[in-house]
Every structure is written in C-alpha cells, then in structure tokens.
C-alpha cells in the first residue's frame, strides 16, 4: 500500500467505518449497531458522507456471486466510486477481494490504515482486522470515495 497522504474525505471514512465496529453481521443489511455485510458497510459509510445512497440496491442471495451474474460489485463501485490502481491505495479507500482467480470479486473492507481493514463477514461482526498476505493477495480493486 502507499504511503498515506490523507485527505479529509478519507478521515471521515476512516472514523465511520470504525464506529460501525461490532455491528452483527446480517446478510443484505445496513445498519448501524444492527446488522450488515461487507456491502452494507460501505453503504453506510456512504449515507454518512453524502446522505441518501445513489440507488437502491436489489435484494441478493448468498451465494449471488456464484450463480455467475458478472462482476456486479465491481461495476457498481466503477460506477460510483473512482477506481485507483490497488497498489495506490491508502486509508480510507475500499478493497475489492476475489476469493481465487477463477471467483468474480464478491468481497469489500475499508483499509484503515495502511496494514488493516474494516469489513464484515459470514459469521462475524464488524471488525479491524490485519490487511494480511492471504487478503493481500485477493486484492482485485481499489476505489476512493469522490470528494
């Protein structure tokens, strides 16, 4: 990751993020001290910026990025987000995750600082965890937040 030059936008995405730490993990949710997933996260952090999201997001399975839709996580944060090279990214920049090169991205966290993140997953609460090889590695895309 790059060494963090820090705008305001990424601070206040930094300390959202943070505060949504505990939350349950409850697949398709976004909200706060309730429930939510990876998705759910960075809609939140989202509504915390910038008010009402861009666009009500459709009801998903589970197991959505295997029945082979495309790569919807990653064409809609192109579409709202502004795509940075992944070894460009700094704090406060989402992460997309590709489980294995023959999976479609289908996970997202907020690098916190430059060796963390914030995500949820199956099974866990809201957490800051380490940015650790085995993350590293399924990297597949990075955004900002627009100013």
């Known amino acids: 990751m790059k060494t963090p030059h820090v705008r305001s936008t990424q601070l206040a995405v930094v300390s959202e993020a943070r505060k949504w730490i505990g939350t349950p993990y409850q697949h398709q949710a976004s909200l706060y001290q309730v429930g939510c997933d990876c998705l759910g996260l960075v809609r939140g952090v989202w509504r915390h910026l910038y008010g009402q999201e861009p666009c009500a997001i459709p009801a998903y399975s589970v197991d959505w990025a295997e029945r082979g839709h495309g790569e919807t996580l990653f064409v809609a944060a192109q579409k ?68």
């Open 80 to 147: 709202y987000l502004d795509e940075i090279s992944p070894d460009m990214a700094e704090t406060g920049d989402v992460l997309l995750f590709r489980f294995s090169t023959r999976h479609i991205i289908k996970h997202c966290a907020i690098l916190t600082t430059p060796h963390r993140i914030t995500h949820a997953y199956w099974g866990k609460c809201i957490s800051e965890t380490a940015l650790t090889p085995w993350w590293q590695n399924r990297i597949a895309a990075a955004f900002k937040f627009p100013d």
